[in-house]
């Protein structure tokens, strides 16, 4: 699901169905003080809160409130539609369990400790270069495969302990989870997970390795230039179309 520019400046906040899953429109309103402990939530109820599948943050929020989204088993998407949003704070994704997929704000500053913790349907991270820090046990318990990271943003206490790519580590593992592919040979590893990749930049890059086998090669920690594409919530490159212009060009005929 991709959220353009048009859309979001009509979305009002609430909840409703919104391309066929029970959306919730968020304005930044703080929803619960602690749902864990059964307190009354201050806008919906428990029963309502678990039958959302999608969160849209509305364009003006600056700061998603510490344990406001913990406990939504049924949210499986997180998509910050504009990109006010600066901070997460702590737990505010904590233990939402069927999380999947996540569309950070590109003036992201902060996560807090545990935001997506107990996550475990989360196998992708793309953090934006605007981001300062990322606290402790942010990403325990899930199951991340993909973690991309700027290399000057501080990293917490065991950030990704306990996941597929933790099990991985080669040395300190807050300067190796930033440096996977730093290495000139991951060239196209990073453009296919960087902010803004462009089916062109892809295709001459593709070209100058050799062809497509390049988007099939594995990295140190297993995962191929098309996985980070594919996993990118920032790109818009339509990979089968991005193969078969390469498959068209080595025929020679005009794309």
Same mark, same amino acid.
């Given at each position: ?52 599948? !999608? #969160? %849209?943050?509305?364009?003006? /929020? $600056?700061? *998603?409130?510490?344990?406001? @989204?913990?406990?939504?088993? &049924?949210?499986?998407? !997180? #998509? %910050?539609?504009?990109?006010? /949003? $600066?901070? *997460?704070?702590?737990?505010? @994704?904590?233990?939402?369990? &069927?999380?999947?997929? !996540? ?153």
């Amino acid at each position: 699901m991709r959220i353009q520019t048009e859309e979001w400046r009509r979305f009002i906040p609430g909840v409703r169905m919104y391309k066929g899953k029970k959306t919730l429109f968020y304005n930044g309103e703080k929803l619960s003080e602690n749902i864990i402990i059964g307190r009354c939530p201050l806008i919906y109820d428990y029963k309502e809160q678990q039958s959302w599948e !999608v #969160i %849209i943050v509305l364009p003006g /929020v $600056k700061v *998603i409130p510490s344990c406001n @989204f913990e406990y939504l088993a &049924n949210v499986k998407m !997180v #998509i %910050i539609a504009d990109n006010s /949003v $600066k901070r *997460i704070e702590f737990d505010a @994704f904590r233990f939402c369990k &069927n999380l999947a997929f !996540v569309k950070l704000s590109r003036n992201l500053e902060y996560i807090g400790e545990r935001a997506f913790q107990y996550c475990e349907s989360l196998t992708s991270m793309f953090i934006p270069p605007s981001c300062r820090e990322i606290s402790s046990w942010v990403f325990h318990f899930t199951k991340l495969i993909i973690l991309v990271v700027p290399p000057h943003t501080e990293l917490g206490i065991e950030v990704f302990f306990c996941t597929p790519l933790w099990r991985k580590r080669i040395g300190d593992e807050n300067a190796w989870v930033k440096s996977i592919n730093d290495n000139d040979l991951y060239r196209l590893y990073r453009l296919c997970s960087s902010m803004d990749p462009s089916e062109d930049e892809i295709y001459q890059m593709i070209c100058e390795q050799g062809g497509l086998h390049a988007l099939v090669q594995k990295n140190s920690v297993g995962i191929t230039p098309s996985e980070y594409l594919a996993a990118n919530p920032y790109a818009d490159v339509d990979e089968m179309k991005l193969v078969k212009r390469i498959l068209l060009e080595n025929m020679g005929e005009i794309v």
